[in-house]
């Protein structure tokens, strides 16, 4: 579960990035699409000793917990821990910790639009995780094509509008990637292959710390008499 210093620090963090980004914050990745871009369409992650760099930090900080939680919180009800809830009530704070900075900036609108969208992608992979327990593809199949279709595609849509920074096209990718890394997690998890879903999970990570470094660096450059 999350203690009062985490939660704490990602309302903060939050609440900073809210104000940055018009409310496009979530745990994406866009690790492949920087490296695969080679005119320089993503924008640098700032690396440099100041308020940039502090702000890449927290970013990073926060995509990583939320991705952990997410493996806690899938991996425990599938194993029908004990600390199956106290994971997935965690999880979910996480997301309306963030739906809250959002509803302090903008308004409860956009509070609540918030906390649809990110609910909606942690129930689908719970739908997931289900469907996969029982070897169900189809229902499978759907969870993640509604993940694509009201999470996905929207996300991209709205944060590239909100950052000229940041391009639609690469940004779906990204979100794609992640999305495709979490479902083989839990897949790996239902199959008993434990090896391979740590192998999945530090993969993961890496590309979370990717997106975060790609988004601090697109806020920096949209605001760079911010820092």
Do not use: C
């Amino acid at each position: 579960m999350q203690d009062s210093t985490t939660h704490n620090r990602t309302v903060s963090i939050a609440v900073a990035v809210v104000m940055l980004v018009v409310g496009g914050l979530a745990g994406f990745g866009i690790t492949k699409a920087a490296d695969n871009n080679k005119n320089d369409q993503m924008v640098a992650a700032p690396t440099s000793a100041t308020k940039a760099a502090d702000l890449r930090s927290d970013l990073v900080t926060l995509g990583l917990e939320h991705m952990t939680l997410t493996a806690q919180a899938v991996d425990a009800t599938l194993d029908g821990s004990a600390d199956a809830t106290a994971y997935a009530s965690a999880l979910y704070a996480n997301g309306t910790d963030i739906g809250a900075a959002v509803g302090s900036v903008y308004g409860k609108d956009a509070e609540n639009t918030f906390n649809t969208v990110w609910k909606l992608h942690l129930d689908q992979f719970v739908a997931y995780a289900g469907a996969s327990a029982k070897g169900d593809n189809a229902a499978k199949q759907a969870a993640l094509d509604t993940i694509d279709s009201q999470y996905t595609k929207p996300l991209a849509q709205y944060l590239a509008k909100a950052n000229p920074n940041l391009p639609e096209q690469a940004l779906e990718g990204a979100l794609r990637d992640h999305v495709a890394m979490t479902a083989k997690m839990i897949d790996d998890h239902v199959n008993k292959d434990y090896a391979a879903e740590a192998s999945e999970l530090n993969m993961a990570n890496k590309h979370m710390e990717g997106i975060f470094s790609t988004l601090a660096g697109a806020i920096v450059k949209q605001y760079p008499s911010k820092f």
